[in-house]
């Protein structure tokens, strides 16, 4: 229970990484600390990143109800490697925001066997 619990948490965080990208940019780069220039630089990249975090939160919910569990744990290793990848590149919240959560559905996933 625990780990769906934890699993549709990582979901709901990636649905809102993925508005927040594509729909919120404007909001998201000034947290940043983005220029107006930068932010409308990269808002195609930010729309990009966005609609890749919406499909990873919808090929996990769906492996999750479908009970298709190599794939959770693929997807939740996948989030994990990225967090990673996003703390060494960008800023090391990104790890604690999106790489904690997935490290503990992954965790409980593995746990319950």
């Known amino acids: ?3 769906t619990v934890m699993t ?6 990636h649905y ?7 729909v919120g ?3 998201m780069a000034r ?5 107006k220039e930068a932010t409308e630089t990269t808002r195609r990249l930010a729309l990009n990143q966005g609609a890749y975090n919406a ?23 996948f ?9 060494a590149s960008v800023r090391w919240t990104i790890f604690v925001i999106q790489g904690i959560p997935a490290v ?3 965790a409980a996933t593995q746990m319950r066997g």
């Not at 549709?8 to 965080?13: D, E, F, M, Q, Y």
């Not at 809102?16 to 594509?22: D, K, P, Q, T």
């Not at 947290?31 to 220029?35: D, H, L, M, Q, T």
């Not at 989030?79 to 703390?87: E, K």
């Open 1 to 3: 229970m625990f780990a």
């Open 8 to 13: 549709w948490i990582v979901i709901a965080l």
């Open 16 to 22: 809102v990484f993925g508005l927040a990208e594509s």
């Open 25 to 27: 940019w404007s909001q």
């Open 31 to 35: 947290r940043f600390g983005y220029s």
């Open 55 to 77: 499909g990873v939160a919808t090929v996990l919910a769906w492996a999750l109800v479908s009970g298709q569990g190599a794939t959770v744990v693929a997807m939740l290793a």
């Open 79 to 87: 989030i994990v490697a990225m967090a990673v990848v996003g703390a």
């Open 104 to 106: 503990v559905a992954l």
